[in-house]
């Protein structure tokens, strides 16, 4: 039955879990006004201060071109600020980027809490471990 093709399937069981965490996430950083990954990239931003867009391409493993459009609407929301330094695209948050720092860090903790009631704690971070791993991993092959 397909069902079952399905269930061991790790990539319809990924996306689907993606799928499930996503709407949490977009819940929980509601408070933020910015969408989850636009949060993240502003946290990397206001703890890494002048960090470069290939820089920031690596640790949110998405493309360039995606890391740029994500500061494009950072830079229109007055969040961050870009400075070229010769070939290199440097960014850095403003005082309004900042400011949304503690409510970001809110959000990441409350989908923290959120997923770990529904899995527990010790499941919850095994299987982050689990799935960085096997992401590193399968990046390799």
């Given at each position: 039955?397909?069902?079952?093709?399905?269930?061991?399937?790790?990539?319809?069981?990924?996306?689907?879990?993606?799928?499930?965490?996503?709407?949490?996430?977009?819940?929980?950083?509601?408070?933020?006004?910015?969408?989850?990954?636009?949060?993240?990239?502003?946290?990397?931003?206001?703890?890494?201060?002048?960090?470069?867009?290939?820089?920031?391409?690596?640790?949110m493993n998405l493309?360039?071109?995606?890391?740029?459009?994500?500061?494009?609407?950072?830079?229109?929301?007055?969040?961050?600020?870009?400075?070229?330094?010769?070939?290199?695209?440097?960014?850095?948050?403003?005082?309004?980027?900042?400011?949304?720092?503690?409510?970001?860090?809110?959000?990441?903790?409350?989908?923290?809490?959120?997923?770990?009631?529904?899995?527990?704690?010790?499941?919850?971070?095994?299987?982050?471990?689990?799935?960085?791993?096997?992401?590193i991993d399968l990046?390799?092959?």
């Amino acid at each position: 039955m397909a069902v079952n093709y399905l269930n061991n399937c790790m990539y319809f069981v990924a996306n689907s879990l993606s799928r499930t965490l996503t709407k949490m996430a977009e819940e929980e950083f509601m408070i933020t006004k910015l969408s989850p990954p636009h949060a993240i990239m502003l946290i990397i931003i206001v703890e890494n201060s002048g960090i470069s867009l290939s820089e920031l391409s690596v640790i949110m493993n998405l493309a360039p071109s995606t890391i740029s459009r994500f500061a494009d609407k950072l830079v229109q929301r007055k969040m961050i600020e870009r400075k070229i330094r010769g070939k290199k695209t440097e960014l850095f948050s403003t005082i309004k980027g900042r400011e949304v720092n503690p409510l970001i860090i809110q959000a990441w903790k409350n989908l923290y809490a959120r997923y770990c009631d529904c899995l527990g704690k010790d499941f919850a971070d095994k299987l982050t471990d689990y799935i960085r791993m096997a992401t590193i991993d399968l990046k390799e092959s």
